[in-house]
């Protein structure tokens, strides 16, 4: 005859220790991890100041009806790590410009903004050289046309594989 002399296992003090250690060790972890994340990252900041934003809506809806209503038309290209920008009136016209300034904002992660300055390239085409990273980017142009405030063109854009999409 045999005897199953096997010893039970106890749950003893030291594994409630190792238990509430384990547990705690785990939350403290994660904890670390979102903050890092959450200091490194985009910090949701939309204005600086709603009161004063709030204040300047009426002002800068108004400018963007004005600027709608000359009916002009601006042709953004990325391709070949170069940004090229041009702007053509209602009858297909390029409009005269002494100034481009692009400012790439990525939606999430302001440490990868980047503005770019165009100069003149060619008839009436500005461009530079610069490649925006593949991803979503909005893209703020301030084309100078002479007018009392810089054309303003804003657009949400695709880069794939070095082109925009």
């Not at 030291?14 to 994660?30: N, Q």
């Not at 209602?90 to 903004?113: C, I, Q, S």
């Amino acid at each position: 005859m045999s005897t199953n002399t096997q010893k039970t296992r106890e749950f003893t003090g030291r594994h409630m220790l190792l238990t509430i250690l384990g547990f705690f060790g785990v939350i403290i972890a994660v904890n670390l991890t979102m903050a890092t994340l959450a200091s490194t990252t985009w910090t949701g900041l939309v204005v600086e100041n709603t009161y004063v934003a709030s204040q300047q809506f009426n002002r800068k809806a108004e400018e963007g009806r004005a600027q709608a209503a000359l009916g002009w038309t601006g042709k953004l290209t990325i391709a070949r790590g170069e940004v090229r920008y041009s702007l053509s009136d209602t009858t297909g016209k390029p409009v005269p410009l002494h100034g481009v300034k692009v400012l790439f904002r990525h939606p999430a992660y302001e440490k990868e903004d980047k503005s770019v300055t165009l100069a003149l390239a060619s008839g009436e085409e500005f461009a530079a050289r610069h490649m925006p990273k593949d991803g979503v980017w909005i893209v703020e142009v301030d084309a100078d046309a002479g007018l009392a405030q810089p054309y303003r063109d804003v657009r949400r854009i695709m880069i794939s594989q070095g082109a925009l999409q």
